[in-house]
């Protein structure tokens, strides 16, 4: 079944430290975004790919950084964690053919102690 | 500058009746919009979507009205059920291939 996957669904983690947010999908879509999303918040873009060796910034600063290697896979790297990113991190992809619909992961839920 | 406006934080409404949920924007460039809901924990799941050549799109319970003077759309969703308490989305997009500009939410609360 097609599908798009995020690990770990929950991190709790001390400042400092390097963590890796996974996201993949079986859909084959070019498009992939990653966004920052804290209670009623909207959901902030924070990096975007539209296909292999493809990423850029969103909107929204982040210190984080992604890569594309591979079109099914796209994670996502702090590599210092601190307070400040404590929130959802949502992963998504579309096809963006004839309607701009996104299919989101689970998300994961970082705090940082 | 937000784009894309949900004013209202939440919304109770009776089991049974119509939820009207509410999206006001200001970039009359967008062509593309589109209603997600979202549980906790979990990600935005797709409700309907309705492009700018339209002014109604229903799908089942659901019907998106765009009003397109005003800059306004809505979400109705009729009958409410319990399963239907969730935070809505509203978002917008210049075209298909460009990204979605989203709105901060309306909490739905569906009374039993």
């Given amino acids: 079944e097609a599908d798009i996957y995020q690990t770990p669904r929950y991190l709790v983690i001390g400042t400092g430290k390097k963590i ?15 966004y920052q999303q804290d209670p009623g918040m909207e959901l902030h873009l924070i990096h975007y790919s539209y296909g292999v060796n493809s990423t850029e910034k969103g909107d929204l600063s982040s210190e984080s950084t992604v890569s594309r290697i591979r079109t099914e896979h796209f994670p996502l790297t702090l590599e210092s964690a601190r307070p400040s990113h404590t929130s959802q991190y949502l992963c998504a992809s579309s096809e963006g053919v004839s309607v701009p619909r996104q299919f989101f992961g689970p998300g994961t839920r970082l705090t940082v102690l | 500058d937000q784009q894309v406006k949900q004013n209202s934080p939440s919304l109770s409404v009776q089991e049974g009746r119509i939820s009207i949920l509410n999206c006001d924007y200001t970039n009359s460039m967008f062509d593309y919009f589109l209603w997600y809901k979202k549980y906790p924990a979990e990600g935005p799941t797709f409700l309907i979507s309705i492009s700018s050549i339209k002014d109604k799109n229903e799908d089942g319970r659901f019907t998106v009205f765009l009003n397109k003077s005003a800059k306004h759309l809505s979400l109705h969703i009729v009958p409410s059920q319990p399963g239907d308490s969730a935070v809505y989305f509203c978002a917008a997009s210049v075209d298909s291939n460009y990204q979605l500009i989203w709105g901060a939410g309306t909490k739905l609360i569906i009374k039993p």
């Fill in chain 1, 20 to 34: 890796t947010l996974e996201c993949s999908q079986t859909m084959g879509h070019d498009k992939m975004y990653w």
